[in-house]
């Protein structure tokens, strides 16, 4: 057994750009499984399947969270293009009605927003960026940190408003290594659908949760005839998924925070499952990180997971092994479902330690050899561990 410590080059491999998925496929349920089972065997299906490899009355916890257009394209006074990339979901600026003696006695028709912005050098506080209809987007703080630079914007909207006009005139946040020749605006692209998974909720993701792509209305029906339960938690994906390790010694990389929130009938299941011994599946690496992160934040507070459920939290959760022999055990979960992720991402971290260093690099050269497809339109895993 290895004792070795990793550092970032470890989780490198490489992967034919050819293998990298562009487009969904027509219909979502075709895309290959590859099952990976505890002992190592491995099984090449297709999503369709799922129901068949999973044991009846086994739980599937899904992040129902929904994206948002949250790609902008503004222009400067000067006429200068200016791509802005929301960090969040806007939040309403409040302010005092002077004749109230209540302050935040009622809420502006502004908002505010951390975003990102392309080019980010020209934009300084007081800086406005002009958007279609007559949107104004006032940059009012800019925050200079190295690792993640970023700007705090004001639009003349309401967060409401702002959400709706975003839905019609803003653009569907894809990841840089999906490539469209030109982009459309999210009322008139077919991403603002196949981006988004078909039980989709809570807006505020910049970034879809991929691994719940695959499923379609007909599946869902199918996992129900087998008693499989849907147990859905909201994890808001941030950009800080996209952000690439930069420290070769990755116990410097600051993970990115996102906001999770696990209802009360959900968690209520959850207990339920545990104690009753059922099998237990996360559909997507954010599933597995809302939950393994409430059940740390409970175990840190000395509290039952039961008050945490209802109320909005912060997870920061990094999982990776940090010797080439650690596997991370979890108390709940007996395997994930999850896409083929970036090489040296935290996503790819997460993998190796769930399932093992060595396994999850044999794992992947396997997959590449057999030609699936990769990334947030490519195919899907089962893993067991």
Not at 362 to 383: C, K, M, P, V, W
């Amino acid at each position: 057994m290895g004792t070795r410590i990793l550092s970032l080059s470890d989780f490198d491999y490489t992967l034919p750009s050819e293998l990298i998925a562009q487009q969904p496929l027509a219909k979502r349920d075709q895309s290959r499984l590859f099952i990976r089972h505890q002992d190592g065997r491995s099984q090449h299906m297709h999503f369709f399947q799922l129901a068949d490899h999973l044991p009846s009355h086994s739980i599937l916890i899904v992040n129902d969270s929904r994206v948002f257009a949250s790609r902008l394209i503004g222009r400067l006074k000067t006429g200068g293009k200016v791509e802005v990339f929301l960090l969040e979901k806007p939040k309403e600026s409040s302010c005092c009605d002077e004749n109230s003696n209540s302050p935040s006695a009622f809420l502006s028709e502004t908002c505010q927003v951390e975003a990102l912005a392309k080019p980010m050098r020209k934009l300084r506080p007081g800086t406005e960026l002009h958007f279609s209809n007559g949107v104004i987007g006032s940059v009012i703080d800019k925050n200079f940190d190295e690792c993640s630079p970023s700007l705090t914007m004001q639009f003349n909207l309401s967060a409401i408003a702002l959400m709706d006009w975003m839905d019609q005139n803003g653009y569907i946040p894809l990841p840089p290594y999906i490539h469209r020749g030109s982009a459309e605006v999210a009322r008139n692209s077919p991403d603002k659908s196949t981006y988004q998974t078909v039980y989709a909720n809570e807006q505020g993701s910049v970034a879809a949760p991929t691994a719940g792509l695959h499923f379609t209305p007909e599946l869902l029906e199918r996992l129900q005839e087998r008693n499989i339960q849907i147990v859905p938690i909201t994890l808001h994906v941030g950009a800080g998924t996209f952000l690439p390790v930069k420290e070769d010694d990755v116990s410097k990389h600051k993970m990115h925070k996102e906001l999770y929130f696990i209802s009360r009938q959900s968690c209520e299941k959850l207990i339920a499952a545990k104690r009753e011994g059922k099998v237990i599946v996360g559909v997507g690496t954010t599933s597995f990180r809302c939950v393994e992160s409430a059940l740390s934040k409970a175990e840190q507070n000395g509290c039952d997971l039961m008050e945490l459920a209802g109320n909005w939290h912060e997870t920061d959760l990094f999982v990776r092994p940090v010797y080439d022999s650690d596997r991370y055990k979890s108390s709940l979960f007996s395997g994930l479902i999850t896409n083929f992720h970036q090489p040296e991402s935290t996503l790819f971290m997460l993998i190796a330690g769930l399932i093992g260093f060595d396994a999850c690099h044999e794992h992947y050269q396997t997959a590449i050899r057999e030609r699936y497809r990769f990334f947030s339109y490519g195919d899907s895993n089962l893993l067991w561990f």
